[in-house]
């Protein structure tokens, strides 16, 4: 089973307007990773954020990572319709270190112009 | 362009049919992963290569997979006498092992989508 879970499942935004994709996992992790996908695509890796870490930032985008509620957020902001594609986040277990990413089921996120 | 390199893109056949794909990982890269991943869902872990050996494989991973890295470059990923659940999207990533391994990020081709009849 999936261990990361994002909410929402699907988000609308106007360009513009800031975009925030939330992602609880279940066990300790070495790093988190977020991926964006466009439709029919392969993942393109966003940024990581190891388990020692809070925040990170990465032109438009935020990461937070809060390893005591199992839970991180990301942030687009000044959000583009070039933003519109599937975001999902990965959990790197510390059981499995370096073997596997453990994805959520993503968010949908569409940016209207 | 030094990204992953999947093959072929879409790939239909006929249900009991065999099929082979390839991937080509970012060529200083010695971790090699196989993922699926079915609509709308996020994409699963089939099995990993380090170099050419084969360390671990999900129990996805029917015996009608297997999965090959024989110079510790290229893969390729067989199914035989395919289902039609085995209709998915097939993702191949590549990272950096070693001592700075778990902080080194997966990067993945643009996938090989099977569409069995």
């Known amino acids: 089973s999936q261990q990361g879970e994002e909410d929402p499942q699907a988000l609308s935004i106007q360009e513009g307007e800031n975009a925030t994709m939330n992602c609880s996992y279940k066990?300790?992790?070495?790093?988190l990773q977020w991926y964006r996908q466009n439709s029919g695509r392969g993942l393109v890796h966003l940024i990581l954020i190891r388990s020692n870490e809070r925040e990170k930032h990465s032109g438009r985008l935020r990461v937070t990572l809060d390893t005591s509620k199992k839970s991180s957020s990301l942030l687009i902001t000044a959000s583009r319709a070039a933003d519109t594609a599937s975001y999902f986040c990965?959990?790197?277990?510390?059981?499995?270190?370096?073997?596997?990413?453990?994805f959520g089921e993503g968010t949908q996120l569409t940016v209207n112009p | 362009d030094t990204g992953v390199s999947q093959n072929p893109r879409h790939k239909i056949t006929k249900r009991g049919q065999n099929v082979t794909f390839r991937c080509d990982p970012i060529?200083?890269?010695?971790?090699l992963y196989w993922y699926r991943q079915t609509l709308g869902q996020g994409p699963e872990f089939l099995t990993y290569?380090?170099?050419?050996?084969?360390?671990?494989k999900s129990r996805l991973l029917s015996d009608r997979f297997s999965a090959e890295r024989p110079k510790g470059s290229f893969s390729t990923l067989e199914i035989q006498r395919t289902e039609q659940g085995d209709s998915a999207m097939y993702l191949c990533?590549?990272?950096?092992?070693?001592?700075?391994?778990?902080?080194?990020?997966?990067?993945f081709g643009d996938g090989t989508r099977l569409s069995i009849l």
């Open positions: 066990t300790s992790i070495n790093n």
């Open positions: 290569f380090q170099n050419e050996a084969q360390l671990e």
């Open positions: 990965a959990t790197d277990k510390r059981e499995t270190s370096g073997s596997r990413l453990t």
């Open positions: 990533a590549s990272s950096l092992g070693g001592p700075q391994g778990k902080f080194s990020s997966q990067h």
């Open positions: 060529s200083e890269h010695n971790r």
